[in-house]
């Protein structure tokens, strides 16, 4: 049986983006590849914005290991998406995102997806601890049961 669509009230943060002409397939919806653009960019968004995120200064990155997404519904431009973003899971050197994008003012997602961010070190490319700062912060976008 399938798991049913998350809503909103599954997410911590959340952050809007404009559809683009261009996002629509031959088919009328979002390509499923803009949705893994939304995730992307809502996750680096939130990164950037806490300044844990410094592409040419930061001395450890997350890349990514692993990526996911559940398609439960349409969207479609010019349709805004809202994108609903948690942390499922911090270890020693990776965490996992889970986005949920909801379309217009819909309360169910249209699409969930995950990403598994390893944190290396910039120079190396080695696998090294998620810095202090960035697992305090990542501990606050873990929903509370």
Same mark, same amino acid.
């Given at each position: 049986?399938?798991?049913?669509?998350?809503?909103? !009230? =599954?997410?911590?943060?959340? #952050?809007?983006?404009?559809?683009?002409?261009?996002?629509?397939?031959?088919?009328?919806?979002?390509?499923?590849?803009?949705?893994? %653009?939304?995730?992307?960019? $809502?996750?680096? *968004?939130?990164?950037?914005?806490? #300044?844990? %995120?410094?592409?040419?200064?930061?001395?450890?990155?997350?890349?990514?290991?692993?990526?996911?997404?559940?398609?439960?519904?349409?969207?479609?431009?010019?349709?805004?998406?809202? !994108?609903?973003?948690?942390?499922?899971?911090?270890?020693?050197?990776?965490?996992?995102?889970?986005?949920? %994008?909801?379309? =217009?003012?819909? =309360?169910?997602?249209?699409?969930?997806?995950?990403?598994?961010?390893?944190?290396?070190?910039? *120079? $190396? #490319?080695?696998?090294?601890?998620?810095?202090? =700062?960035?697992?305090?912060? %990542?501990?606050?976008?873990?929903?509370?049961?």
């Amino acid at each position: 049986m399938r798991t049913p669509p998350g809503t909103r !009230a =599954d997410y911590v943060h959340f #952050r809007q983006h404009s559809t683009r002409w261009n996002d629509n397939d031959v088919y009328g919806h979002l390509n499923n590849t803009i949705h893994y %653009l939304l995730f992307d960019s $809502t996750v680096n *968004e939130w990164l950037i914005s806490n #300044r844990l %995120l410094d592409t040419r200064n930061s001395p450890a990155i997350g890349l990514v290991a692993e990526t996911g997404c559940r398609y439960h519904g349409e969207m479609s431009y010019p349709s805004p998406v809202t !994108a609903g973003l948690r942390v499922a899971k911090i270890g020693t050197s990776s965490v996992r995102y889970e986005i949920g %994008l909801f379309a =217009d003012d819909s =309360d169910t997602a249209a699409a969930e997806g995950f990403f598994v961010h390893v944190y290396v070190d910039t *120079e $190396t #490319r080695r696998p090294c601890p998620i810095p202090d =700062d960035t697992r305090t912060a %990542l501990a606050g976008l873990m929903k509370e049961a």
